[in-house]
């Protein structure tokens, strides 16, 4: 719905339409919550920046009713080849083999105006939504009780809203994050790019590679990514005498794309000069205002999780807001946001960090030992890595705490994303999700009938318990996972993370146990 009103409250009033405002605009108004999303933009911005979702995204959006649609802007991501200073393959990155463990394709290359336009007209469809665009923050203040938010139209027009919450979803130049004194921490990666895409032709599309491809070379740099279609993305290092806005020009972006195309191969879609930059919120939340997605932070675009890391903000945050507005959690809750996400980006940037290293190196004698070095740890011979592999697990916050007398199975399967099996029903395989919902839930491998009365009456009024054995599981996705950890239980959170797991049904009552003082304290 759409419409703004002078001295409006709401619960939520998020700053920011794009991606990560659009997905938390989205799993608020799904669940009913009162929520303003605002940006100063009147539409989609029609060129692409990010290019890059993997499976935990489409699963939030499988989540959102809208993972079919947006499918249809979305092509399997092809592997990335590296390719050393003298041309030799030195490292390769690709996706997992199926059954997928999410249910979905793994890494994936999209076309973001199209996906935004699809997000934007979902949440403005939603009756407790209220969209406002043209609209920029002006004063952002807080008290005890409420925000209050000063918005300025185009035509100077202000309007005061307030909320319970806010979240600042606005950008690497965030009004929100300026307005409570967050500050940014810089990781140290800072490097001038060029990134070009193209809409590449015929004649353009027989001279180049078909993988994407990471040139490690000394001389200069550069990524190209086989986007949907006939979409061509490069990213190109800068020289030290380059101009940046001049090689953001026409002129200068095909002067950089000479060695693969000239301008009979393709037309410009859209050139711009960044600075590839690692920054992360020192703090993401001051009182009853939290920060996201670019706000928050930054990270070199070598591994496509820009949008991604994003979206995970806003998937771990609203669950959290909505209990906080039902009255069933507390500040402790509110807290973990940013102690799992800051977390989490900080070891997911030092990752991408070293992969930009491995790109990065300028120096030709030191490239040539990166490249004999990554040939020689591999054997010999070059395998391929999948990028899930890269992605690294939750590792504080609401997670078991696996203390005195719990006895779970191996800790590496807490904070781990819960795979999403296809179960076996009359109409045909369905994904789990679909049937057992996004709440929290316990999921096993034990056969109800096995459970101990008391047991099964805590696991029924704990919320959805999911039983999932051979017989009703597809492709022994969830069976090769409860193995790989040792464990028949897991209780999974609203986002898709693993509380805790469990070896045996005793340990499931402990960990329930863990769970309900883990709760009461929040």
């Not at 020689?376 to 391929?384: D, K, M, S, W, Y």
Request: glycine share 10%.
């Amino acid at each position: 719905m759409s419409g703004l009103q002078d001295n409006a409250r709401y619960d939520v009033a998020i700053v920011g339409f794009g991606p990560s405002g659009a997905v938390a605009a989205a799993l608020l108004g799904q669940a009913g919550v009162r929520t303003l999303v605002v940006d100063r933009s009147l539409a989609v911005y029609d060129r692409p920046r990010a290019i890059a979702l993997d499976h935990e995204i489409m699963r939030v959006f499988q989540q959102l009713g809208l993972d079919e649609e947006i499918s249809r802007y979305c092509e399997p991501f092809t592997p990335s080849e590296y390719y050393g200073a003298d041309g030799q393959l030195i490292k390769r990155l690709a996706t997992v083999a199926p059954p997928y463990p999410l249910g979905h394709t793994p890494s994936m290359v999209f076309t973001q105006p199209e996906v935004e336009r699809v997000l934007r007209a979902h949440v403005a469809a939603l009756p407790s939504v209220t969209v406002a665009l043209g609209q920029r923050l002006a004063t952002l203040r807080q008290d005890a009780d409420q925000a209050t938010l000063l918005l300025m139209d185009d035509a100077g027009l202000q309007r005061s809203v307030h909320a319970s919450y806010v979240i600042g979803c606005d950008g690497a130049s965030s009004t929100v994050r300026d307005a409570v004194g967050i500050t940014l921490e810089d990781l140290e990666f800072d490097e001038p790019w060029l990134v070009v895409d193209v809409q590449i032709n015929e004649r353009g599309l027989v001279k180049l590679p078909k993988t994407s491809v990471q040139y490690c070379e000394p001389a200069r740099p550069c990524t190209y990514v086989i986007g949907p279609g006939m979409h061509r993305r490069w990213e190109i290092s800068l020289l030290p005498d380059e101009d940046p806005a001049y090689m953001a020009t026409e002129a200068g972006a095909w002067s950089a794309l000479k060695r693969w195309i000239t301008p009979q191969d393709g037309a410009l879609w859209r050139q711009a000069s960044y600075r590839f930059h690692a920054l992360v919120a020192r703090e993401w939340r001051n009182g009853r205002v939290f920060v996201a997605g670019d706000a928050a932070h930054q990270q070199p675009p070598f591994l496509g999780q820009g949008m991604c890391q994003g979206v995970r903000d806003v998937a771990n945050l609203v669950w959290k807001l909505r209990a906080a507005l039902e009255g069933k959690g507390g500040e402790a809750l509110l807290d973990s946001y940013g102690k799992e996400r800051g977390a989490h980006v900080r070891r997911l940037t030092a990752r991408i960090k070293d992969i930009g290293r491995v790109i990065c190196e300028r120096d030709p004698q030191r490239a040539r030992e990166r490249d004999a070095g990554l040939i020689a740890a591999a054997g010999g011979e070059i395998r391929t890595m999948a990028r899930q592999d890269i992605i690294p697990p939750l590792e504080h916050g609401l997670l078991a705490g696996g203390g005195d007398g719990i006895e779970l199975a191996p800790k590496s399967g807490v904070g781990t994303l819960f795979p999403q099996p296809r179960l076996r029903q009359a109409q045909g395989p369905q994904l789990m999700d679909q049937l057992a919902g996004c709440g929290w839930r316990v999921v096993t491998s034990l056969p109800a009938w096995s459970l101990p009365p008391a047991l099964a009456a805590r696991v029924e009024a704990f919320g959805t318990l999911v039983h999932v054995g051979p017989e009703t599981e597809c492709d022994g996705v969830l069976a090769a996972w409860f193995a790989r950890f040792a464990c028949c239980a897991a209780i999974v959170r609203p986002d898709h993370y693993v509380y805790g797991v469990a070896a045996t049904g005793e340990a499931l009552a402990a960990l329930l146990d863990d769970w309900e003082a883990r709760t009461v304290t929040v």
